[in-house]
């Protein structure tokens, strides 16, 4: 311990000094290293902009090249289909005769046809026979009205109002007894008639996907070159069902296979719409 | 066609007659009924039709008649009991009977007498304004309701 105030000043002064010294240098070092990693990632950020640049002229390319290839491939499928390659045939179908298809769009009409439940039978009957009987009163007061004398005007108006009454309503349509035991047997034949028409289309799909057949453009650009995989089971009965919708519809189109959608509500209607959406699910890549 | 009313009244159920009895041996089962019954509706408004030309004919002078004297009577209840309330009363009628007088059968089915029901009215209500003053208004406000209720429903 210093006795001399003056010289412990001096020390303390010192001290503090190199202290001071110590800070700067370590604020300077702070200073240098941000730097420095400022530096080093903007480095990186220009080696990965020069990087993303490459891979997008890669990706470019690559396009150009995927595109060529398709072109390529077009080609060759004209080439192949002018060729003698064997193509499939799903347009003639001696073996689906015409009876089968008309027993099967009796069915599906049978199946839109609304029916009469016994109690609504029993209930237009009643109907009628109530016209029935308003009827022949109302032809009643009408007789009446021809040999009424002109001045007797309120028989006249209560005539006339009875007669009114028949001819503001008209007679429901009587229910045909038959019409439910006729669609019930037109359903199943038709039902009948579908199941081995679908067996006869499948077959033969099945044989021109075994055999390797060029499928015809329609099918092609419907339901893609082949089944995509894992789906082969869906594909086929989808396949089926489009063959069938061209063959009960009478489509005949080479490119367009369901035809033009059509308008009006109903079975056929139901069905274009799952087939679109259908085979739009079996051309994704 | 017959020009005289009645006659014309008497061909109209003739015909109607006919269409009748085809609707009746027709029955109303058959497919053709439908039509049937239209063609009858048809003679049956012609049948109205005629009555009505009838009791136009029946009525075109009497009508006028009470309007005219509706008319004149309203003019002396008018001078001989003047009042300003009355005034409204009589007004009303002297409309209607001006109405009547200009057309006394009107053009619907059921119009002719309902035209003679309101002329009665209003006339009832001229001959009434002596005692009941404005409020015999109501009774030609009654008729026209009448005449409305019946032709224009």
């Known amino acids: 311990m210093n006795i001399d105030p003056v010289k412990a000043l001096d020390d303390k002064i010192e001290r503090l000094k190199k202290e001071l010294k110590s800070l700067e240098t370590r604020i300077d070092h702070a200073q240098t290293e941000a730097a420095h990693d400022q530096l080093s990632q903007t480095n990186q950020l220009k080696d990965n902009t020069r990087k993303l640049t490459r ?231 | 066609m017959a020009a005289d009313p009645f006659a014309r009244l008497a061909d109209r159920q003739q015909s109607l007659r006919t269409a009748l009895r085809a609707l009746k041996a027709a029955g109303p089962g058959s497919p053709d009924f439908q039509t049937l019954l239209t063609t009858t509706n048809a003679e049956v408004d012609a049948v109205m039709a005629a009555r009505k030309d009838v009791e136009a004919a029946r009525l075109t002078v009497p009508n006028r008649a009470i309007a005219a004297g509706t008319t004149a009577a309203a003019l002396v209840v008018a001078v001989g009991w003047f009042d300003a309330w009355s005034l409204l009363s009589l007004l009303l009628a002297v409309a209607t009977a001006a109405s009547v007088l200009v057309d006394p059968t009107g053009r619907g089915v059921w119009e002719p007498r309902a035209r003679t029901t309101a002329i009665c009215a209003a006339l009832a209500a001229t001959l009434l304004t002596p005692v009941a003053s404005g409020w015999a208004a109501l009774v030609t406000v009654a008729g026209i309701a009448w005449w409305a209720w019946r032709t224009l429903r």
């Open chain 1, 55 to 285: 891979t997008d002229d890669r990706v470019t390319e690559l396009a150009e090249s995927v595109h060529r290839l398709e072109r390529l491939l077009v080609a060759l499928n004209r080439k192949v289909r002018a060729g003698e390659t064997q193509k499939a045939d799903f347009d003639d179908w001696p073996e689906v005769a015409e009876p089968l298809i008309a027993k099967i769009l009796a069915g599906q009409e049978a199946y839109a046809r609304r029916t009469f439940t016994p109690q609504e039978a029993k209930d237009t009957r009643k109907a009628i026979a109530e016209y029935d009987r308003k009827a022949l009163e109302a032809i009643d007061a009408a007789e009446a009205l021809t040999h009424l004398p002109p001045n007797a005007e309120a028989l006249w108006r209560k005539n006339y109002k009875q007669w009114q009454a028949v001819t503001a309503q008209e007679r429901p349509e009587a229910p045909d007894d038959d019409t439910y035991a006729k669609d019930t047997v037109a359903k199943s034949a038709g039902n009948e008639a579908i199941a081995r028409t679908r067996r006869l289309i499948r077959a033969r799909i099945e044989d021109a996907v075994a055999r390797d057949l060029l499928f015809p453009a329609w099918f092609e650009n419907m339901l893609g070159p082949a089944a995509p995989p894992g789906k082969a089971d869906d594909w086929l009965y989808t396949a089926t069902d489009v063959v069938l919708y061209r063959l009960l519809h009478g489509v005949t189109s080479p490119a367009d296979a369901l035809g033009p959608a059509p308008s009006e509500e109903g079975h056929r209607k139901t069905l274009h719409d799952r087939l679109t959406g259908e085979c739009a699910d079996y051309r994704k890549p």
